[in-house]
């Protein structure tokens, strides 16, 4: 005669919301904070930025990686667990900002040890696109406009940087160059991206004005 079977202890599996929250509540009730998270994505990547100076471009890259994976993760985690603050907000962007120019930094340095000129310029051009690319947006919504328009979002410049960097001479995927590659593209793109916001602001400061 056929029983049916008894589970093997009295607890019935968690569902996937039953979970999350468990994982929430632990989170919040741990001394993790979002500011450190933000902290060690920025070590991250001045370590990157590290490696690559010393040539490392394969380890840079994956470190600049894991560093940018925090810098998505702070935000999400403030969000869930209510630690978050204005001053928290404040620092996220302000390292975003440094983390990006600091590597860029050390891979232009790397092209002008080998008198790459026209590399050394995109890099710079990649810098201030990049910056300009926030400033815009910020701006933008003190003006009560919102503005997330654009193709190299950090996301975007994210993956450029990293598989130039994977794919660097020398880093040991392959034996080609796309480090100075990705540099052009990476300043083109953000470059486009500044126009883009632009011309968007513009629009929509002025449409209201067109069809008073």
Same mark, same amino acid.
């Given at each position: 005669?056929?029983?049916?079977?008894? +589970?093997?202890?009295? /607890?019935?599996?968690?569902?996937?919301?039953?979970?999350?929250?468990?994982?929430?509540?632990?989170?919040?009730?741990?001394?993790?904070? +979002?500011?450190?998270?933000?902290?060690?994505?920025?070590?991250?990547?001045?370590?990157?930025?590290?490696?690559?100076?010393?040539?490392?471009?394969?380890?840079?890259?994956?470190?600049?990686?894991?560093?940018?994976?925090?810098?998505?993760?702070?935000?999400?985690?403030?969000?869930?667990?209510?630690?978050?603050? +204005?001053?928290?907000?404040?620092?996220?962007?302000?390292?975003? /900002?440094?983390?990006?120019?600091?590597?860029?930094?050390?891979?232009?340095?790397?092209?002008?040890? /080998?008198?790459?000129?026209?590399?050394?310029?995109?890099?710079?051009?990649?810098?201030?696109?990049?910056?300009?690319?926030?400033?815009?947006?910020? /701006?933008?919504?003190?003006?009560?406009?919102?503005?997330?328009?654009?193709?190299?979002?950090?996301?975007?410049?994210?993956?450029?940087?990293?598989?130039?960097?994977?794919?660097?001479?020398?880093?040991?995927?392959?034996?080609?160059?796309?480090?100075?590659?990705?540099?052009?593209?990476?300043?083109?793109?953000?470059?486009?991206?500044?126009?883009?916001?632009?011309?968007?602001?513009?629009?929509?400061?002025?449409? +209201?004005?067109?069809?008073?």
């Amino acid at each position: 005669m056929s029983s049916s079977p008894s +589970p093997r202890s009295g /607890r019935r599996p968690l569902a996937a919301t039953e979970r999350r929250e468990l994982v929430r509540n632990r989170l919040i009730e741990s001394r993790l904070t +979002p500011n450190a998270i933000s902290l060690t994505g920025f070590l991250l990547c001045v370590g990157a930025a590290v490696l690559v100076a010393e040539r490392l471009f394969f380890l840079g890259g994956l470190m600049f990686i894991v560093g940018s994976v925090c810098d998505t993760l702070d935000g999400r985690y403030s969000r869930m667990s209510g630690k978050g603050s +204005p001053f928290g907000a404040f620092l996220d962007s302000t390292l975003d /900002r440094i983390e990006e120019g600091v590597v860029l930094t050390a891979v232009a340095a790397y092209f002008a040890s /080998r008198d790459m000129q026209f590399a050394v310029a995109a890099c710079v051009i990649a810098v201030l696109a990049s910056l300009m690319v926030s400033y815009t947006r910020a /701006r933008a919504e003190a003006l009560g406009v919102e503005c997330k328009v654009g193709i190299a979002t950090r996301a975007v410049r994210v993956v450029i940087l990293s598989i130039g960097l994977l794919f660097a001479k020398g880093a040991g995927l392959a034996d080609f160059e796309l480090l100075a590659p990705a540099v052009y593209v990476l300043a083109g793109l953000s470059t486009i991206t500044v126009l883009q916001r632009i011309f968007h602001v513009r629009k929509a400061l002025t449409e +209201p004005a067109a069809t008073a």
